[in-house]
């Protein structure tokens, strides 16, 4: 088991290496012919040494995180950490808690460089952070936090219901967690997103005068619009949609609203309406909550399977060693889910994109995509493979070919 488990580490690894190295080759070939023309010749340059820096960042990242796994199963430290909870207590709820707080406390000290790294050199190199030191760690300390309640109230009732109700545990934890990403999704911007930026009204009276008007024109009731500080960690733009019914919210960067034309930041705002309108919104949640169903299923059958523990290297086998063992062999899956989610994603961006050109002006989101390209420095020709696997958004020059 424990060869199954390494392997399975490696393969995912091995694929996702092929994959970023297929797409680092492709961004130095002829690019499609809708998005020559955006970049200049120096910011081709910039966009190309750019991808080239966050890919060798990322393959250095994977690496070392795969030796560690590879060390703790073979040197027998998953054994190590599962002795010293279980010395802590009898109950395998508060086992879970300290195992899993060992392990994600280590994983973090690790991550932390990473982190600063990539913010304070990567992003900063390349103009894009606008973060401070004090900000990052303040950050780091409410995701820690954050993480440490929801993460640790779940871990604890997981185990208190595997242990209280043994192979129907699952359906009633599939349960709870419908419910949390319910409430997540309906109050997101409201509860949790106020955390870490500030969400303000439309400041530009002349630019929420259109915005007003065009949300007439299609029939949306725009109770919640509010620009964000984004501008506070980075200078790449953005928008999102979130939300369910009476709660429903869109929000603007303030680096968004900077950086375009109010006719530009209305096309954005239409196809942000167009995933509403398509109910974009609520089929993901649909999916999300079948895919945990699924996932959940799964998880029963294989916590009362010792071997899945065993693949640890662990000697005392326990429903938290199985959860760790299970979610390194669900990886294969989760990466074939996250495939069909990113295909439908990209589905649903053309209808959004389609929208906003029926119901406002095609034209005029081109113009805006090509600017937040040259914002974000983006990768205008990524390779067909990786785009089919990890991309949620199709890739500009399709999305162009599409609004013609």
């Known amino acids: 088991m424990e060869a199954l488990v390494i392997g399975v580490l490696i393969g995912v690894f091995l694929?996702?290496?092929?994959?970023?190295?297929?797409?680092?080759?492709?961004?130095?070939?002829?690019?499609?012919?809708?998005?020559?023309?955006?970049?200049?010749?120096?910011?081709?340059?910039?966009a190309v040494q750019y991808a080239h820096k966050n890919y060798q960042f990322s393959f250095i990242s994977k690496i070392i995180s795969l030796a560690i796994m590879v060390f703790m199963i073979i040197e027998g430290g998953f054994n190590w950490v599962n002795e010293i909870s279980i010395s802590f207590s009898d109950n395998q709820s508060y086992q879970a808690l300290v195992f899993f707080g060992i392990l994600l406390g280590a994983n973090q000290l690790i991550s932390i460089p990473f982190s600063y790294y990539q913010t304070f050199v990567i992003e900063e190199e390349f103009g894009f952070n606008n973060s401070s030191k004090k900000l990052f760690i303040?950050?780091?300390?409410?995701?820690?936090?954050?993480?440490?309640?929801?993460?640790?109230?779940?871990?604890?009732?997981?185990?208190?219901?595997?242990?209280?109700?043994?192979?129907?545990?699952?359906?009633?934890?599939?349960?709870?967690?419908?419910?949390?990403?319910?409430f997540v999704n309906a109050f997101y911007t409201s509860l949790i997103l106020p955390l870490f930026n500030k969400l303000s009204p439309i400041e530009d009276e002349s630019l929420k005068a259109d915005i007003l008007s065009y949300c007439k024109k299609v029939g949306y009731g725009l109770k919640n619009l509010y620009q964000m500080d984004g501008s506070k960690r980075s200078k790449k733009a953005n928008a999102f949609f979130s939300g369910l019914g009476p709660t429903k919210t869109i929000v603007l960067y303030d680096t968004l609203i900077e950086g375009q034309s109010k006719e530009?930041?209305?096309?954005?705002?239409?196809?942000?309406?167009?995933?509403?309108?398509r109910k974009h919104t609520l089929f993901n949640l649909l999916f999300s909550i079948i895919q945990l169903f699924g996932m959940l299923f799964l998880l029963g059958w294989a916590l009362n399977q010792s071997d899945f523990s065993l693949g640890l290297g662990?000697?005392?086998?326990?429903?938290?060693?199985?959860?760790?063992?299970?979610?390194?062999?669900?990886?294969?899956?989760?990466?074939?889910?996250?495939?069909?989610?990113?295909?439908?994603?990209?589905?649903?961006?053309?209808?959004?994109?389609?929208?906003?050109?029926?119901?406002?002006?095609?034209?005029?989101?081109?113009?805006?995509?090509?600017?937040?390209?040259?914002?974000?420095?983006?990768?205008?020709?990524?390779?067909?493979?990786?785009?089919?696997?990890?991309?949620s958004h199709p890739p500009i020059h399709q999305r162009i070919k599409a609004l013609k």
């Open 314 to 391: 662990v000697e005392t086998p326990n429903f938290y060693t199985g959860l760790l063992a299970f979610s390194i062999l669900f990886t294969p899956i989760s990466f074939l889910i996250g495939m069909v989610q990113n295909n439908i994603s990209r589905i649903m961006e053309y209808q959004a994109d389609a929208y906003a050109k029926e119901t406002y002006n095609g034209e005029t989101l081109i113009a805006a995509l090509k600017k937040l390209s040259v914002d974000n420095l983006s990768n205008l020709n990524p390779h067909p493979a990786y785009v089919f696997f990890y991309y």
């Open 264 to 277: 530009e930041i209305t096309a954005v705002l239409a196809h942000e309406i167009g995933h509403y309108k």
């Open 138 to 182: 303040t950050d780091t300390i409410k995701q820690l936090f954050i993480g440490a309640i929801i993460g640790g109230g779940l871990l604890f009732l997981l185990g208190w219901l595997f242990e209280t109700l043994g192979s129907g545990f699952w359906l009633v934890f599939w349960c709870v967690i419908v419910v949390i990403m319910i």
């Open 15 to 46: 694929i996702e290496l092929i994959l970023g190295r297929l797409n680092q080759k492709n961004i130095l070939k002829a690019w499609p012919s809708e998005v020559r023309g955006i970049y200049t010749k120096g910011q081709v340059k910039r």
